[in-house]
C-alpha cells in the first residue's frame, strides 16, 4: 500500500467514525428532547458502531504491519539464499 493510498484510508475510516459518531449525538439528544426511546437506542447502536470503526480500524493497520514485517523476513532469507548459491557457485 501506497502512502496516498494509507493516507486516504484513513481519512474515509476517519470520516465514517466520525459521521457515525455525529449520528449518535444528534440522535440521543432528539431522544431526549422528544422523549422518545427509539431514538436514543439508535443513537447508542451509532455509538457502537463508531468504536467498532476504530477497533477494526486498528486491527487492521496491525495486520498490515504484520504483512510489511513478513515481507521484509521473506526478503532477508531470500537474499540469504542466493548469496549462498553464489558463495557455492551454484548460480547458472
Same mark, same amino acid.
Given at each position: ?26 440522535? %440521543? ?24 470503526? %476504530? ?38
Amino acid at each position: 500500500m501506497t502512502a496516498s493510498s494509507a493516507t486516504s484510508y484513513r481519512g474515509l475510516t476517519t470520516f465514517a467514525g466520525g459521521f457515525l459518531l455525529l449520528d449518535a449525538i444528534l440522535l %440521543v439528544w432528539a431522544g431526549f428532547e422528544l422523549h422518545r426511546f427509539g431514538l436514543i437506542l439508535w443513537g447508542v447502536g451509532c455509538a457502537a458502531g463508531a468504536g467498532l470503526v %476504530v477497533v477494526f480500524w486498528q486491527r487492521h493497520r496491525r495486520d498490515l504491519a504484520d504483512l510489511a514485517e513478513g515481507r521484509q523476513a521473506m526478503r532477508r532469507q531470500a537474499d540469504e539464499l542466493r548469496r549462498l548459491l553464489r558463495e557455492h557457485h551454484l548460480s547458472n
